[in-house]
């Protein structure tokens, strides 16, 4: 993650065209998810969320893509409707127990707990820097997005060979 960080930081014109010549690798790549994360991050969301959003789809792809590229497949639309149906099942589920002590961004965080911690870290950040003008629900609408982009690619790295899908069965 810090990596990726250090990636998109940058407000100059290399940092920039690395993050347009990644957005290009994901829309080309995973264009279902591409698809996905342009119909949910757009207008009429906050400037500043959409800039987060913008800004952590791509960290997120950059992430999945630099630790998991050959085993990563393509997502369908299919598969990305699933982890958004999966993830409002669960969101709902958890709103209708009062004792339950888990938000649905704890159980993406038990698998991927640098990537929802970074993405905290830059919700908190944006925030932070945009407080009293930044629309507190778009940055929420933004979160969720990218929980479920996180969820889909999860779902969209196959096993190292070898190694069987089900705990405590190796494959033969």
Known sequence: MAAVQAMLSGDDEPSRALAKESLERMSREQPALARYLLERLQRPLDPAALELGHMLGVAVYLAFESSSSRRLRALSEDAVSAAEAAFAADEELRRG????????????????????????????????????SVDVDHVAAVFRVILIEILALSHAVQPPPGHSTVRGEPMA
Request: hydrophobic share 40%; aromatic share 2%; net charge negative.
């Open 97 to 132: 127990d009062p004792m339950d002590a888990l938000d649905s961004e704890d159980i993406v965080a038990i698998e991927q707990p640098a990537l929802v911690s970074f993405v905290n870290e830059h919700i908190g950040r944006t925030l932070d820097e945009h407080a009293g």
